[in-house]
Protein backbone atom coordinates (compact mmCIF):
# COMPACT_ATOMS: atom_id res chain seq x y z
CA UNK A 1 0.00 0.00 0.00
CA UNK A 2 1.33 3.74 -0.33
CA UNK A 3 2.62 5.74 2.55
CA UNK A 4 -0.15 8.17 2.34
CA UNK A 5 -2.72 5.61 2.42
CA UNK A 6 -1.25 3.68 5.59
CA UNK A 7 -0.97 7.32 7.16
CA UNK A 8 -4.46 8.19 6.45
CA UNK A 9 -5.89 4.93 7.99
CA UNK A 10 -3.51 4.85 11.24
CA UNK A 11 -4.71 9.30 11.57
CA UNK A 12 -8.89 8.07 11.53
CA UNK A 13 -8.08 5.32 14.43
CA UNK A 14 -6.96 7.66 16.16
CA UNK A 15 -9.98 10.39 15.71
CA UNK A 16 -11.96 11.30 18.29
CA UNK A 17 -9.94 9.58 20.91
CA UNK A 18 -8.66 11.91 24.17
CA UNK A 19 -5.52 10.21 24.43
CA UNK A 20 -4.26 10.98 21.32
CA UNK A 21 -5.03 15.26 22.37
CA UNK A 22 -8.56 17.09 23.21
CA UNK A 23 -8.81 20.86 24.14
CA UNK A 24 -10.13 22.31 27.20
CA UNK A 25 -13.54 24.24 26.78
CA UNK A 26 -15.06 26.14 30.05
CA UNK A 27 -18.23 27.58 30.54
CA UNK A 28 -18.23 30.98 31.78
CA UNK A 29 -21.45 30.79 33.30
CA UNK A 30 -21.30 27.38 35.27
CA UNK A 31 -17.78 26.78 35.51
CA UNK A 32 -18.45 23.17 33.57
CA UNK A 33 -15.08 21.68 32.04
CA UNK A 34 -15.67 20.23 28.46
CA UNK A 35 -12.87 18.13 26.39
CA UNK A 36 -13.02 18.32 22.69
CA UNK A 37 -11.08 15.70 21.32
CA UNK A 38 -9.12 16.65 17.94
CA UNK A 39 -10.60 15.53 14.70
CA UNK A 40 -8.08 13.70 12.02
CA UNK A 41 -9.51 15.84 9.40
CA UNK A 42 -8.94 13.36 6.95
CA UNK A 43 -10.63 13.47 3.46
CA UNK A 44 -11.21 9.69 2.71
CA UNK A 45 -11.17 7.24 5.29
CA UNK A 46 -12.93 9.22 8.68
CA UNK A 47 -16.48 9.28 8.27
CA UNK A 48 -17.20 11.46 11.38
CA UNK A 49 -14.61 14.23 9.52
CA UNK A 50 -16.26 13.74 6.31
CA UNK A 51 -19.65 14.33 7.39
CA UNK A 52 -18.66 17.49 9.46
CA UNK A 53 -16.87 18.41 6.65
CA UNK A 54 -20.38 17.95 4.22
CA UNK A 55 -22.27 19.94 6.90
CA UNK A 56 -19.61 22.70 7.24
CA UNK A 57 -19.56 23.46 3.14
CA UNK A 58 -23.74 22.79 2.51
CA UNK A 59 -23.50 25.60 5.37
CA UNK A 60 -21.20 27.77 3.72
CA UNK A 61 -23.14 27.21 0.29
CA UNK A 62 -26.22 28.33 1.81
CA UNK A 63 -25.26 31.08 3.76
CA UNK A 64 -22.62 32.44 1.17
CA UNK A 65 -22.84 31.53 -2.36
CA UNK A 66 -27.11 30.41 -3.11
CA UNK A 67 -29.43 33.84 -3.65
CA UNK A 68 -31.84 33.71 -1.16
CA UNK A 69 -34.55 32.51 -3.73
CA UNK A 70 -35.96 29.33 -3.32
CA UNK A 71 -33.95 26.33 -5.07
CA UNK A 72 -35.13 23.31 -6.73
CA UNK A 73 -33.56 20.09 -6.79
CA UNK A 74 -33.21 17.12 -9.08
CA UNK A 75 -31.99 13.78 -7.74
CA UNK A 76 -31.26 11.33 -11.11
CA UNK A 77 -30.98 7.98 -9.87
CA UNK A 78 -29.38 5.43 -12.50
CA UNK A 79 -29.48 1.82 -13.06
CA UNK A 80 -25.69 -0.03 -12.12
CA UNK A 81 -25.76 -1.30 -15.49
CA UNK A 82 -25.75 2.05 -17.29
CA UNK A 83 -23.50 4.40 -14.69
CA UNK A 84 -20.03 2.70 -16.02
CA UNK A 85 -21.34 3.87 -19.52
CA UNK A 86 -22.58 7.33 -18.51
CA UNK A 87 -18.66 7.86 -16.59
CA UNK A 88 -17.35 6.94 -19.97
CA UNK A 89 -18.96 8.80 -22.61
CA UNK A 90 -19.56 12.50 -22.43
CA UNK A 91 -22.07 12.43 -25.28
CA UNK A 92 -24.77 9.87 -23.42
CA UNK A 93 -24.77 12.20 -20.50
CA UNK A 94 -25.46 15.55 -22.64
CA UNK A 95 -28.30 13.86 -23.84
CA UNK A 96 -29.18 12.44 -20.31
CA UNK A 97 -29.04 16.40 -19.15
CA UNK A 98 -30.68 17.95 -22.21
CA UNK A 99 -33.54 15.23 -21.70
CA UNK A 100 -33.92 16.61 -18.30
CA UNK A 101 -33.58 20.11 -18.65
CA UNK A 102 -36.76 19.82 -21.28
CA UNK A 103 -38.75 18.13 -18.81
CA UNK A 104 -38.14 20.62 -16.47
CA UNK A 105 -39.33 23.17 -18.77
CA UNK A 106 -42.11 21.65 -19.05
CA UNK A 107 -43.14 21.83 -15.26
Same mark, same amino acid.
Given at each position: ? !? ?9 ? %??? $?? @? ?8 ? !? ?5 ? @? ?8 ? +?? =?SCNTRRMAE???? %? +????? =? !? $? ?7 ? $? =??? @? ?9 ? +??? +????? %? ?6
Open positions: M !PFYVEWEFCRY %LEC $VI @LAHGFVTARC !PECGHDL @LIAYYCKGRG +VC =PTAAH %L +VDHVF =P !P $VSVRQWVLS $V =PKW @LRWYLEREQKA +VSA +VQSHL %LRVDDRL
